[in-house]
């Protein structure tokens, strides 16, 4: 006989059931490791490919920062940008994801360091109708004297594409009142 045809078979009930009990503990277990590897694989591809994740948003930023003349003037030809100063390789990159109004949101901050300062840069993106619109970048510039560089700043843009229209023509003003 086979080895898979030498199989002891239950004879007791308690025995069948102690079998089906194993042999459903670790159905559950296959079951729970795929599930929880699949998420896991989801969750790195949707990161690697979003054009809206953190680090794509870091780049796309200092991209921006490294254009821009007056940052280069104040912070130096040579800026790196790295994330939290209190991480040992420095790649983790603080970001939050909020909604406003059924508006979601996205916050990334990171450090840019230059040859001549230092100072931490301020990105908030905004999901519109249209699509993930750059609401700021702003540096934050560290050490004395205290300033910042506005790279880029739509919110005049991007926070009144929501509001809805509204017809001002039935509206008397104090003016038209007293005539």
């Known amino acids: 006989k086979q080895w898979y045809q030498r199989r002891v078979r239950a004879v007791t009930l308690y025995q069948k059931t102690v079998a089906n009990t194993k042999t459903s503990i670790y159905a559950i277990a296959i079951v729970l490791g795929?599930?929880?590897?699949?998420?896991?694989?989801?969750?790195?591809?949707?990161?690697a490919f979003s054009s809206v994740s953190p680090s794509n948003v870091f780049k796309m930023a200092l991209k921006k920062i490294k254009n821009d003349a007056r940052a280069t003037a104040i912070l130096g030809d040579t800026i790196k940008g790295f994330g939290d100063t209190h991480s040992r390789t420095r790649k983790r990159l603080e970001h939050q994801v909020y909604e406003?109004?059924?508006?979601?949101?996205?916050?990334?901050?990171?450090?840019?360091?230059?040859n001549k300062r230092h100072g931490v840069v301020l990105v908030d993106l905004k999901n519109t109708k249209k699509?993930?619109?750059?609401?700021?970048?702003?540096?934050k510039l560290e050490g004395f004297p205290p300033g910042k560089i506005t790279i880029e700043d739509n919110r005049h843009e991007t926070d009144c594409e929501d509001l809805p229209e509204v017809d001002y023509s039935d509206i008397?003003?104090?003016e038209d009142q007293e005539k």
């Open 100 to 114: 406003v109004a059924g508006t979601d949101y996205l916050r990334v901050n990171f450090h840019v360091e230059g």
């Open 34 to 47: 795929a599930v929880g590897f699949l998420s896991l694989m989801w969750s790195i591809v949707s990161e």
């Open 131 to 139: 699509g993930w619109k750059t609401r700021y970048i702003i540096v």
């Open 172 to 174: 008397a003003f104090e």
